[in-house]
């Protein structure tokens, strides 16, 4: 083993991709940097280089790169590029940087692994909060495992977009908790098909919300990010349905405002009878999307959300007005009901709720 491998071994185990890049900038007078997918920086040394993301993505398109900037793609255990690791150096350090580069690919998926793990506790401490599982004193203690203060005021941010569940959790979103930081500021999890974020920084959450956002819409469209008010720790649940029914609102960055009767009663011990009653109102609705891959719950989710205006319903899912005319005839056939009738809006907007809200006759929180 050379001399430098192992300088760069010892700086990786004491200060990660961090130290890796100094023991570079120490021992060989080289600049370096590491980019996550998308263009976010990572670590650099020195803290400002003079290349961006577009030189790194150029430069990896070369075959034989000699003098001057070298591009290493950073891979997690699928395969999946999650970064990019660059030098500007001479062509014959190559060897020495390819070694850095699997120091440095070692790092990150060990803190990608960390980050899995976290993701994996915060779900199943944001399900017991949001079903109301678990006493108030246990949820703060579990809190505060994962990083939180019972100081902090924290946002809630729930995102989500046109795509199939897992997808939101197979994308590296540990790219979001090195970006700038080796360290994860934040809790974040894919919870019932939504992207949930619980962030001890009202400025860092609103840096994250159009971050978020961009990556959603990456994976599908119409996508929204639901932004909460301040909250305490002890305000999770209710920042969270806050969140959740700003995401509704439509497309894009969307802000908290007063829930509605419908919103408060999904936040609320709800009688048995009426979630049994609310899945089966829906039930023909979903049935018929799953068989034959159309979309007629979103459209009527947004028929509703948009006081039935069918135009800004249209702008929503980017088609003529006369083609939402007819999924909504097609609605209210599989529905059997005249689904503009005040009594079948009412039951409509309560069973949304309920079905936005996870509520199940078999796994959803109600009082019997």
């Not at 690919?105 to 109301?132: P, Q, S």
């Not at 400025?203 to 919300?209: G, I, K, P, T, Y």
């Not at 029914?245 to 802000?255: E, I, K, M």
């Not at 135009?311 to 529905?335: D, S």
């Amino acid at each position: 083993m050379s001399d430098l491998l192992e300088r760069l071994i010892r700086a990786a185990s004491h200060s990660g991709v961090r130290g890796v890049l100094t023991a570079l900038e120490t021992h060989l007078g080289v600049r370096s940097a590491v980019f996550a997918m998308g263009g976010a920086p990572i670590e650099a040394r020195p803290a400002q280089v003079s290349w961006g993301y577009q030189e790194v993505l150029a430069a990896g398109a070369k075959e034989h790169p000699g003098d001057g900037l070298h591009v290493f793609p950073i891979k997690n255990d699928a395969g999946t590029i999650i970064a990019f690791f660059s030098v500007e150096a001479p062509g014959g350090m190559r060897t020495d940087l390819a070694s850095a580069a699997e120091l440095i690919t070692m790092e990150l998926r060990r803190m990608g692994a960390k980050a899995e793990g976290e993701r994996a506790l915060f779900r199943d401490v944001l399900d017991d909060i949001v079903v109301e599982r678990s006493r108030p004193a246990e949820i703060l203690s579990r809190l505060q495992t994962l990083g939180l203060s019972v100081e902090d005021e924290v946002k809630v941010l729930v995102g989500s977009c046109r795509s199939p569940a897992d997808k939101l959790s197979t994308t590296p979103w540990e790219t979001f908790s090195v970006a700038g930081r080796l360290h994860a500021p934040f809790l974040r999890t894919a919870y019932r098909g939504a992207m949930v974020m619980i962030i001890p920084d009202a400025d860092v959450a609103e840096e994250l919300a159009p971050t978020l956002l961009e990556a959603l819409e990456e994976l599908g469209t119409p996508a929204s990010v639901g932004i909460s008010a301040l909250a305490s720790l002890g305000g999770i649940r209710a920042a969270y349905f806050q969140a959740l029914a700003a995401s509704t609102n439509g497309p894009g960055l969307q802000r908290s405002g007063t829930l509605d009767l419908a919103q408060l009663l999904a936040q609320s011990r709800v009688p048995a009878s009426l979630v049994t009653a609310s899945t089966h109102l829906l039930a023909p609705l979903i049935e018929y999307d799953e068989r034959y891959g159309t979309d007629y719950l979103s459209t009527l989710r947004a028929y509703l959300q948009h006081d039935r205006k069918v135009v800004r319903v249209a702008e929503v899912f980017f088609m003529h007005r006369n083609t939402i005319r007819y999924r909504l005839n097609q609605i209210a056939e599989i529905l059997k009901t005249d689904i503009d009738s005040t009594r079948t809006l009412v039951n409509l907007t309560i069973a949304m709720q309920l079905h936005e809200a996870g509520f199940t006759p078999q796994g959803g929180r109600f009082t019997t």
